[in-house]
């Protein structure tokens, strides 16, 4: 009984992937590129939801997909789901060798993207992150970034006027600095304010999230959240909105911010979440995909290419969507 009434707050509504993403990461995959198709590596395409997204890729027109793994297995797996690859390269290789080979595309200029496939996270940030074979820039701080849009996205309806796909929330950084330091925070900040703005944000609102909105000694994350507040306000201020801390609810819920008296631009309507540490992070965003029927697009900045982090369990749509935001952040604006 017990269990039952703890999976009726799970959805299995199945994600939908922004109308509006797609069709900006379609322009860009005409433009960016020399004119040429943005090109895709995937990492370990031996598995049905691998295959579907490059299929999903190609179909959505955002650029073509080199399918990186063993030959053998990958065309037996579309044969049997009757996929088809059509003209798809596919570079022959075991799965343990799949990460590097498509990192080493990417760092030769013959891939603008690489995407994680049935490989390890693990593995494949190993891959991309070694220091001579990989597509990490010294100085540089590797960056997680979803942008997580809601099930009724491309409803007339469920649209701010003229606003498009603007209710979808960018959230950092949730998968790959496990304890973020504060110049690491700072530089997420930077990276949320200018995609979003490329996502067509005129004027972002981020809140800097603790569990309190006010600075506490006794919780040292409010206090980091309101020194980072701060900063961002400081150096930021000319082309977003940044307060912290704010709670979950505060940043999301007008309801919540009135009840609790918490003014501002950005309390009960943030559309850019700078979290914590990690696991604060990630429970967000499973709640927002698993509860809430969110599609979470996810990629990783700050090297020589964007990089598309996906779990294995992510559906298609996740895979599309994480695709079409790589090629939004290629873009120069």
Same mark, same amino acid.
């Given at each position: ?37 943005? @090109?895709? #590596? +995937?990492?370990?395409?031996?598995? /049905?939801?691998?295959?579907? !997204?490059?299929?999903?890729? *190609?179909? &959505?027109? $955002? ?122 925070? @700072?530089? #997420? +900040?930077?990276?949320?304010?200018? /995609?979003?703005?490329?996502? !067509?944000?005129?004027?972002? *609102?981020? &809140?800097? $999230? ?124």
């Amino acid at each position: 009984m017990q269990k039952s009434q703890a999976m009726g707050f799970f959805t299995d509504q199945a994600p939908i992937c922004s109308a509006d993403l797609l069709s900006r990461a379609k322009q860009l995959s005409a433009s960016a590129n020399g004119n040429k198709p943005m @090109r895709f #590596a +995937l990492a370990g395409a031996e598995s /049905l939801t691998a295959l579907q !997204g490059a299929v999903a890729i *190609r179909a &959505a027109e $955002l650029g073509l997909v080199t399918l990186v793994g063993e030959k053998a297995r990958i065309l037996a797996l579309s044969k049997e789901h009757q996929l088809s690859l059509g003209s798809m390269e596919i570079l022959d290789c075991s799965s343990e060798a799949a990460s590097g080979e498509a990192t080493k595309l990417a760092r030769e200029g013959n891939a603008q993207v690489v995407m994680k496939g049935s490989v390890k996270t693990d593995q494949f940030m190993r891959a991309i992150l070694n220091r001579e074979q990989g597509v990490r820039i010294s100085g540089n701080r590797m960056l997680h970034i979803f942008y997580i849009t809601p099930p009724d996205i491309n409803e007339e309806s469920a649209q701010e006027v003229g606003s498009g796909a603007r209710r979808g929330i960018l959230l950092s950084d949730c998968a790959v600095n496990v304890a973020p330091d504060e110049e690491t925070k @700072r530089e #997420a +900040l930077v990276l949320m304010a200018r /995609l979003a703005r490329k996502l !067509g944000f005129a004027r972002p *609102r981020i &809140a800097v $999230l603790s569990a309190s909105e006010k600075e506490m000694e006794s919780m040292p994350s409010s206090l980091v959240a309101g020194k980072i507040a701060r900063w961002g306000q400081e150096n930021l201020g000319d082309v977003a909105d940044i307060e912290g801390p704010l709670s979950f609810d505060v940043a999301l819920v007008p309801a919540a911010a009135s009840i609790k008296n918490v003014g501002g631009a950005v309390a009960g309507a943030a559309n850019g979440l700078l979290v914590s540490e990690i696991v604060a992070g990630n429970a967000i965003f499973k709640s927002l995909v698993w509860v809430g029927g969110g599609c979470a697009a996810g990629i990783v900045l700050g090297g020589m290419v964007p990089i598309v982090l996906t779990s294995r369990a992510d559906k298609p749509a996740a895979r599309l969507a994480s695709a079409a935001l790589a090629l939004v952040a290629t873009s120069e604006k």
